[in-house]
């Protein structure tokens, strides 16, 4: 019976193990914290996730601790990547004295986001691993982040820490204590009206006073802006930049935490961050605001009691089996779109989302400015009557930046309706399209077919010596400039998923490839970017269940149990009955 007793407490302590690891458990509840209204010194243990950075002895900027072992920070703190002298303090309160409360790490590891741009200050964000664990007390804490998806309103309150300047060359006064302000989120339009329309991206967020006042300072950089949902604090965004500090309709700038979770889980493999969804409610006034330069918000679909779930992969006009005709009729490819510039057809793309179109980054080399380009769907023949087009402008076009060929995504002003003859293609997340499969390519190509849509088979066919995860190879086929952007698409369970996007090399007018055998990239090594810039792929017409359509307001383990959750709870039973 003895020899039962220690496998059971050996099974427990697994299962106690195994099912604390998730930081949802901890993150973002600041027992200590009572804050409501405003104030000025942070008493202490108010904000336990927030760390001090230290070089040669000296603070020189905030962070806000994820997890037990990393530090969430701004890029623009570490122009260098030496952790020579770099200690965080955590749970500390003053930066003189004694902090009874605090511990000192080293730091092992800077990961700067690849894509930071110090002009601009885009993706200025940064992570910092921890020398060694650290143990939670009510003093240290780390933090929810703002998951995916999270909506901050214009007058969204929330709260930024740190041990910067309180004015424009004005020091901390001794003892240093860690201070607090509560400011308002300030809409990206509104914000944008307020540095130069293009400064602040989608990757950020500001946060401010209109009548200035109150603001994050020099000293600050790198540190945590929060706000409160239910009992949680979830950090939103990362002391970035600003003008001066405080000065009226100049708020804050702050890099927009909910655009980098994808890129976060890829950096901490293990014990993850706890990412909740913020979600403003009512209407969100910034969409009104306007100034010379800004484009128009986007236009919401008008409602409908009727609405139904938006899936990708449908064409309800397209019986392609084998064989067929080179010359597309309509609505046999709803998802295919003209890119045109100037009025006139430049590259092909594909609807992949109800505001957004893939193409290939090369047919914006020249001319990446969103204003000169429209979108037009619907279309089979670029001379002549087209019943089912419609044309969209342009807000803004997204380069990838990898290594070799790239994609762009062009985000639209206004969503198209959807029907028989618009319709958006699924976007490959890492399927397999084995050797053999039947594939098809489609484009407009000058001169041929009075400029109406050509469509071509072709089949999959192994790489030979150029495979590659992230290469997909077909039989040859002929490609013209018009068909760059357009789609590589393959039938899968019912639903079309393109699995590349096409491109001329070289850009030549008119390529045909002798090889028997012609390599395209697949979407999938694009599915960070795409995941970014488009946001949750559609689910196909086929597939569609109302639990793909349910979206989860936290992620990091918590919610859902695996299969051992349930066989541990069997052996606790069982233990239960040898110790009673």
């Given at each position: ?8 407490a ?20 600041a027992?200590?914290?009572t ?14 996730w927030?760390?001090?950075l230290?070089?040669?002895?000296s603070?020189?900027?905030?962070g ?15 122009p260098?990547?030496s ?14 004295g004694?902090n009874p409360?605090e511990?000192?790490?080293r ?7 690849q ?7 885009n ?14 007390t ?14 901050f ?26 201070m ?6 300030v809409?990206?339009r ?9 400064s602040i ?10 009548a200035?006042g ?15 949902q239910?009992?949680?604090w979830?950090q939103e ?6 003008k001066?500090c ?6 804050g ?8 979770q ?6 901490i493999?293990?014990n993850?961050?706890g ?13 009104s ?6 484009p ?16 990708c ?8 089996i ?25 590259c092909?793309?594909t ?13 914006f080399?020249s ?5 000169e380009?429209?979108v037009?769907l ?16 342009v807000?803004?076009?997204t380069l990838?930046?990898l290594?070799g060929?790239?994609v ?7 969503r ?7 319709q958006?293609i699924c ?7 084995t050797v053999?499969?039947?594939c098809?390519?489609a ?7 009075g400029g109406v ?6 089949s ?8 590659t ?7 040859s086929f ?14 899968q ?14 850009n030549?007018?008119s ?12 979407l ?16 196909p017409?086929?597939t569609?269940?109302t ?9 990091g ?23 009673s």
């Amino acid at each position: 019976m003895a020899f039962y007793k220690v496998i059971c407490a050996v099974a427990l302590l697994t299962l106690l193990t195994q099912e604390s690891h998730s930081q949802l458990d901890v993150c973002g509840k600041a027992v200590l914290n009572t804050r409501i209204v405003g104030g000025q010194v942070a008493p202490p243990g108010s904000w336990p996730w927030q760390a001090s950075l230290h070089q040669f002895g000296s603070h020189f900027c905030g962070g806000s601790l994820i997890n037990r072992e990393w530090v969430l920070t701004a890029a623009h703190c570490f122009p260098g990547v030496s952790t020579s002298n770099l200690i965080v303090y955590l749970g500390r309160q003053s930066q003189e004295g004694s902090n009874p409360n605090e511990v000192s790490v080293r730091v092992t590891q800077i990961i700067n986001h690849q894509d930071y741009n110090p002009r601009t200050k885009n993706n200025d964000i940064c992570l910092l691993k921890l020398s060694s664990p650290v143990t939670f007390t009510n003093f240290i804490l780390p933090v929810c982040l703002a998951a995916a998806g999270s909506t901050f309103y214009n007058g969204t309150d929330s709260w930024v820490t740190g041990w910067g300047r309180i004015g424009s060359g004005v020091p901390l006064p001794s003892p240093q204590n860690l201070m607090e302000v509560e400011v308002p989120i300030v809409g990206n339009r509104q914000c944008n009206c307020d540095y130069g329309v293009g400064s602040i991206t989608e990757n950020m967020i500001c946060a401010g006073l209109r009548a200035g006042g109150k603001d994050s300072c020099q000293g600050d950089s790198g540190g945590p802006l929060v706000s409160k949902q239910g009992v949680r604090w979830i950090q939103e965004g990362v002391v970035s930049f600003g003008k001066g500090c405080a000065l009226p309709k100049f708020p804050g700038v702050y890099t927009r935490v909910s655009q980098y979770q994808t890129w976060i889980n890829s950096q901490i493999s293990s014990n993850q961050p706890g990412f909740v969804t913020f979600t403003s409610t009512g209407t969100d006034s910034d969409l009104s605001v306007t100034c010379p330069g800004l484009p128009p918000p986007p236009t919401p679909p008008a409602p409908t009691t009727t609405a139904k779930p938006v899936v990708c992969g449908r064409a309800p006009l397209n019986s392609r089996i084998l064989g067929g005709s080179s010359v597309a009729t309509a609505g046999v490819w709803p998802w295919m779109a003209s890119l045109q510039k100037n009025g006139s057809h430049v590259c092909g793309g594909t609807l992949v989302a109800v505001d957004a179109v893939l193409s290939n980054a090369n047919c914006f080399s020249s001319s990446p400015v969103a204003s000169e380009w429209t979108v037009v769907l619907g279309r089979l023949k670029q001379n002549g009557s087209n019943p089912f087009e419609v044309t969209l402008n342009v807000t803004n076009i997204t380069l990838s930046t990898l290594n070799g060929s790239n994609v762009a995504v062009l985000h639209l002003a206004t969503r198209p309706t959807l029907s028989d003859f618009i319709q958006a293609i699924c976007l490959d997340n890492g399927r397999t399209f084995t050797v053999g499969s039947t594939c098809w390519a489609a484009g407009w190509r000058s001169g041929q077919g009075g400029g109406v849509l050509q469509e071509f088979q072709t089949s999959v066919v192994n790489c030979g010596n150029t495979s590659t995860s992230d290469s997909i190879c077909t039989g040859s086929f002929t490609l013209e400039q018009g068909e760059s952007g357009g789609p590589l698409m393959c039938k899968q369970g019912g639903s079309w998923f393109q699995a590349a996007v096409l491109s001329v090399e070289n850009n030549a007018t008119s390529q045909t490839r002798a090889d028997p055998v012609m390599v395209f990239t697949k979407l999938s090594r694009f599915q960070t970017f795409l995941a970014r810039t488009v946001g949750s792929f559609l689910s196909p017409a086929s597939t569609t269940t109302t639990a793909a359509t349910n979206p989860t307001t936290a992620t990091g383990g918590a919610a859902t149990h695996s299969p051992f959750f349930f066989f541990h709870l069997l052996i606790f039973s069982v233990c239960l009955h040898l110790f009673s």
